[in-house]
C-alpha cells in the first residue's frame, strides 16, 4: 500500500472531524480497512493518521505491537480524537515517520498524554498514554493538525534502510 509523502497537500490541511452519520458505516469501516492495510504493510509503523494514506479526516490507528504487557483493553481506532491533558514533564524522544521515510530526529514530547475519542461505532472514550503511546498519540494528532514532525524535530538525519 502506498503512503502518502511529504509534500503532498493532505498532509499539510487540518483533516476534518468524522460526521456523525459516518459512525457504524460501511464507508467509515473501508477507510479503516484501508488505513490497517497500509499500516500492517509498514515493519517499522506503530501507528498511522488518515492523511497519510490521502484521506483528509481525523482518524488515526495505533497497531497492537506498540503496546506492551496487557492488551486486553487495548483501542486500536481513534476518531475525532483531542488532547484532554499533557504532563509538564517532557522529553526529548527519537522520532520518524512512514510519510516522512528515512528520515530520523529528536521531537519534545510529553511523556503523558490523555485522549478523548470515538471508536467506529460512535462510543466515546478516554485513555492514558505513556511513554511511546503519548508519543504516538501527539504525532498523530500532529498530522491531523497538518503538522509534521521535522517541524518540530532537532538532528534530523536520513538513514538507510535495512533489509
Not at 2 to 13: H, K, M, P, S
Not at 112 to 119: I, L, S, W
Not at 132 to 160: P, R
Amino acid at each position: 500500500m502506498d503512503i502518502v509523502q511529504i509534500g503532498a497537500d493532505v498532509l499539510r490541511n487540518k483533516s476534518i472531524e468524522v460526521p456523525e452519520r459516518l459512525f457504524g458505516s460501511q464507508e467509515l469501516f473501508d477507510v479503516l480497512e484501508k488505513m490497517r492495510k497500509s499500516l500492517e504493510s509498514q515493519k517499522d509503523g506503530v501507528a498511522i493518521a488518515a492523511p497519510q494514506v490521502g484521506i483528509p479526516y481525523r482518524i488515526f490507528l495505533v497497531s497492537p505491537k506498540s503496546y506492551r504487557g496487557n492488551t486486553k483493553d487495548v483501542r486500536l481506532v481513534f476518531i475525532n480524537p483531542r488532547i484532554v491533558k499533557q504532563s509538564k514533564k517532557t522529553e526529548l524522544m527519537d522520532e520518524g515517520c512512514l510519510s516522512v521515510r528515512w528520515k530520523y530526529g529528536q521531537v519534545t514530547r510529553s511523556i503523558n498524554t490523555t485522549v478523548e475519542a470515538y471508536d467506529e461505532y460512535g462510543k466515546k472514550f478516554t485513555r492514558v498514554g505513556g511513554g511511546l503511546l503519548s508519543q504516538i498519540f501527539q504525532h498523530e494528532i500532529d498530522h491531523l493538525d497538518g503538522v509534521l514532525f521535522v517541524d518540530k524535530a532537532k538532528n534530523v538525519g536520513e538513514y538507510t534502510p535495512r533489509e
